[in-house]
């Protein structure tokens, strides 16, 4: 067996004497692993640093084997964040966040497009509201996509305020009427309107958060990986709001 994809590494875990296991979010090939021999090596280290993307060549005798990776690294993204910390802290946890959610050899390709976009926008100036949106897009790619078009009470397409926690439909001021304490504030720019101020940015991770944990995590009993976990504290601080999350509840009628 014999490959090559363009990809983006997720994460390293050393093996043996010199070598790493290296996930890899390829185009075609979806979340891939294999082994890269040298991996400590002053040549090979940066190409196995998360949030390179990298020409990816993978190896095996049969399709089910780990396999090898001859890698040449494209673009070195957390190299460019070295003296920007919070975004740093953002491109680590969607590449642990990536690396937890994604199945293994499946291709989910409108992701990887995603994920490279966001690399890219790490460098600009709304690159929180990217990574809230990289999230959105990760839960719809993983089968448990957002509904934000319409009330999930009333069926009005306007004045779209809050999320039901369980049915990630949007609801409404009018249609939240006394049940608004119970639900998720949505933020404007997941519905196009702003670019997404820094308390807004909060409540994007806090809505994504909440269904990534209740979709994707809670199935095997694991909490958000700590990178993102790490990301959503550090953001809360800088944007001076409380990271404390509330258990939310639904409307009665779901």
Request: proline share 5%; hydrophobic share 40%.
């Amino acid at each position: 067996m014999d490959w090559v994809d363009r990809g983006i590494v997720l994460s390293a875990r050393p093996y043996g004497e010199g070598s790493a296991v290296v996930n890899i979010l390829c185009e075609e090939q979806g979340r891939h692993a294999g082994l890269l021999r040298g991996a400590q090596s002053n040549r090979q280290r940066g190409v196995a640093e998360p949030g390179t993307r990298v020409q990816a060549q993978w190896r095996a005798r049969l399709a089910d084997h780990l396999g090898t990776w001859a890698l040449e690294a494209d673009r070195h993204f957390a190299s460019d964040l070295l003296d920007e910390p919070l975004r740093l802290s953002g491109l680590q946890a969607v590449c642990t966040l990536a690396d937890a959610a994604l199945p293994e050899r499946e291709a989910h390709a409108d992701v990887y497009y995603a994920t490279e976009a966001l690399l890219e926008a790490f460098g600009g100036e709304f690159w929180a509201a990217v990574l809230v949106m990289w999230e959105v897009k990760l839960l719809e790619s993983l089968g448990f996509g957002l509904d934000l078009t319409r009330c999930a009470a009333t069926g009005a397409k306007t004045n779209l305020t809050y999320v039901s926690p369980k049915s990630g439909c949007a609801v409404s001021e009018e249609g939240a009427g006394p049940y608004k304490e119970r639900l998720l504030p949505l933020p404007g720019f997941l519905i196009g309107k702003g670019t997404g101020e820094p308390p807004e940015i909060v409540a994007g991770l806090r809505l994504t958060g909440h269904f990534l944990q209740r979709h994707v995590f809670d199935v095997t009993n694991k909490p958000l990986p700590a990178a993102r976990l790490r990301f959503a504290e550090s953001y809360s601080r800088y944007a001076g709001v409380s990271a404390t999350v509330d258990d939310a509840e639904d409307l009665p009628d779901g």
